[in-house]
Structures are given as C-alpha cells and as structure tokens.
C-alpha cells in the first residue's frame, strides 16, 4: 500500500485532483480474539488513512481519502463465522460490497462501515 502511494500520491497532489480509497475492516475499529496480526494490520491501514486525510486536508491539496471498514465479505478466503445477531450481521456478497464501495466514493465519504449502521453504532459504544 505504501508503495503505491509513493507512485500515486505526488501526481495526484500536482494535479490536484485525486481520491485515494482504502479498505480496512471492522476488525480495524474493534480489536478481536485470536486475530491478533489481522486486527494489527487494519488498525495500521485505519491510522495511515487518518493521517493522510489530516495531511491532504490541511495542505488543500485536493486529494479525498476514503476509508471503508467492511464487516464480513463472503469471498471464500476465510471460513463463515457464527454471528451472535445473523439477521443483523449477515455476510455481504462481494458485489454488494463493491456496489456499496462505489456508492460511498461517489457520495464523498471519508469513511464507512459495510453495513453502515456498523461504524456509527461502534463509535458510540466505545
């Protein structure tokens, strides 16, 4: 990631013009048990994302970040988990993922959870 920034980023800055979309996971706000090197990582791409939005912000750059904190998507990789609530926390299929994804980006938010009521409901129990 911090690879592609240093090729992206400095032409997006001079021509500015740019939006820099970033996916991290709900694992990212909360911390969870026996994912400890997954939480680390999103938790990693949470902070680079805050301080590069602090930074284009503050030098008027006109380059937008987007962070975006799915819960669970369906893509096969991990095996499907048990969820306390599954009407309220069900898996996301990747299409849907990618159309809340767009959606997002297009509406001009700095951040989002997948389902959106995730991120809001996190920030106020924490």
Same mark, same amino acid.
Request: with cysteine; aromatic share 10%; proline share 6%.
């Given at each position: 990631?911090?690879?592609?920034?240093?090729?992206?980023?400095?032409?997006? $800055?001079?021509?500015?013009?740019?939006?820099?979309?970033?996916?991290?996971?709900?694992?990212?706000?909360?911390?969870?048990?026996?994912?400890?090197?997954?939480?680390?990582?999103?938790?990693?791409?949470?902070?680079?994302?805050?301080?590069?939005?602090?930074?284009?912000?503050?030098?008027?750059?006109?380059?937008?970040?987007?962070?975006?904190?799915?819960?669970?998507?369906?893509?096969?990789?991990?095996?499907?988990?048990?969820?306390?609530?599954?009407?309220?926390?069900?898996?996301?299929?990747?299409?849907?993922?990618?159309?809340?994804? $767009?959606?997002?980006?297009?509406?001009?938010?700095?951040?989002?959870? $997948?389902?959106? $009521?995730?991120?809001?409901?996190?920030?106020?129990?924490?």
């Amino acid at each position: 990631m911090l690879q592609i920034l240093q090729a992206f980023l400095p032409s997006m $800055i001079d021509s500015n013009h740019g939006h820099v979309v970033c996916i991290s996971s709900m694992c990212g706000v909360a911390g969870v048990k026996d994912m400890v090197p997954y939480c680390t990582s999103k938790f990693a791409v949470s902070g680079l994302m805050d301080s590069l939005g602090e930074e284009m912000r503050a030098y008027a750059t006109g380059v937008k970040v987007t962070t975006v904190y799915p819960f669970y998507v369906d893509t096969g990789m991990a095996r499907d988990p048990a969820f306390r609530f599954p009407l309220l926390f069900s898996a996301v299929s990747p299409t849907q993922a990618a159309s809340d994804i $767009i959606q997002g980006v297009l509406r001009g938010y700095t951040e989002f959870s $997948i389902p959106k $009521i995730l991120l809001p409901a996190q920030r106020i129990i924490r």
